[in-house]
């Protein structure tokens, strides 16, 4: 029964439709998520929740977070994340998960400050900042870390928005608990191998380049089922 039914478990909001088949394959995979106990919220729900999918857009320059597995030439050497113009890139999704130790129940709106982890959907490694200078603009480095979504206390970033809750159409920020950076672009553009991406890195103060909202996703809500084995 619950395999017949996962499909209708999948709600994309409008604009990711065609994508909806790589999703299915990539969700299959056997570090992501347990669909069990859980429903994708409609279209029109306001709230982002624990374990929804989603791309990440920069409100300033107006492009989506983004990684690939191509690592940095310089500092950690580790994955590269950077922000990118094309809206339907399966490489832009990620994962919202509760940080290590701390897991948050699948479908749980994401308060303000709650402390968070970020994981890429196609490499299973976490949003992750440390001390290494970033390539272009010697702000500090992002990278993408971890195997299978397991990574280090690194991963962790704290929601900064408005209200009580994370809402799907708010602009917020994302600050690093372990520098206290805040998640930016700039605007500045790798050449080869990766032509046209834009950097993303931690910047030291806020500004409004560390802006972000969600665009196109996949939004968890709870089920009314007892949960098993459904914590991020």
Known sequence: MRRRNRAKMLRLVPGSGPLLGRLLLLLTCSWAWAWTGAEA???????VTCGSLVKLLNTRHNVRLHSHDV????????????????????????QIRGKPGRPCARGVPIKCGQQIRITHMKTGRNLHSHHFSSPLSNHQEVSAFGERGEGDDLDVWAVQCDGVTWERDESVTFKHVGTDVFLSITGEQYGHPIRGQREVHGASALSAHSHWRTMEGVFIQPSTEPLRHDEL
């Open 71 to 94: 690592k940095y030439g310089s500092g950690s050497g580790q994955q590269s994340v950077t922000g990118v113009d094309t809206a339907d890139d399966a490489n832009s999704y990620w």
């Open 41 to 47: 919220r409609d279209s029109d729900s306001s709230l």
